[in-house]
């Protein structure tokens, strides 16, 4: 009877150790948090030498940066902003008209919009640098959300060669406090 007892002992032993353990473990699933903002890919001011310009260019700017600091703008360039908020904003942006491209258009106008709402116009009589910096009306915009300034020349030049149309040169653009 001990030798029965020493028999099922060992048996139960054995068992035991045949647990089917697997070596290695999925990853829980991966989930977003049900609260909070996802962080935007863009800010409120853009220098087109940045690496991300493009992210903040909705249309009519020229793809690459020229000199690896300006690009072009063309008829009706606009761009894309995300601001956290709308009290005390300015907004700024450096261009220059192109002496060359003045020759045929003479002075120019440029059209300030923001969210489709005409901020301001800047008459160009003269070719060179220009700054623009102006308060922004807190009802133009909108809070923690995208918001679209575009800045739309009254004229642009053609090239005779191959039909491509230049309005301005951009250098930065977008909102201060």
């Avoid at 099922?8 to 054995?14: E, G, M």
């Avoid at 908020?85 to 923001?114: C, M, Q, Y």
């Avoid at 020349?153 to 309005?167: E, P, Q, R, Y």
Wanted: hydrophobic share 40%; proline share 7%.
């Amino acid at each position: 009877m001990s030798e029965l007892r020493l028999y099922i002992f060992l048996s139960l032993v054995l068992l035991t150790g045949c647990a089917n353990i697997p070596d290695s473990y999925a990853p829980p699933v991966q989930r977003r948090p049900l609260s909070g903002t996802e962080p935007s890919p863009v800010g409120h001011f853009v220098n087109m030498s940045d690496p991300n310009a493009d992210a903040y260019i909705v249309k009519d700017v020229s793809e690459a940066a020229e000199a690896g600091s300006w690009r072009w703008a063309r008829k009706h360039p606009e761009l894309r902003f995300f601001l956290e908020t709308t009290e005390h904003l300015n907004f700024k942006a450096d261009f220059s008209v192109a002496e060359s491209t003045f020759r045929d258009t003479g002075p120019v106008t440029i059209s300030v919009l923001i969210n489709g709402k005409l901020l301001d116009t800047i008459r160009c009589a003269e070719p060179g640098e220009k700054h623009f910096d102006k308060p922004v009306p807190a009802k133009l915009l909108r809070a923690k959300a995208m918001n679209f300034a575009a800045l739309e020349v009254d004229k642009v030049w053609v090239s005779k060669t191959d039909g491509a149309v230049l309005g301005f040169i951009l250098t930065r653009a977008g909102f201060t406090q």
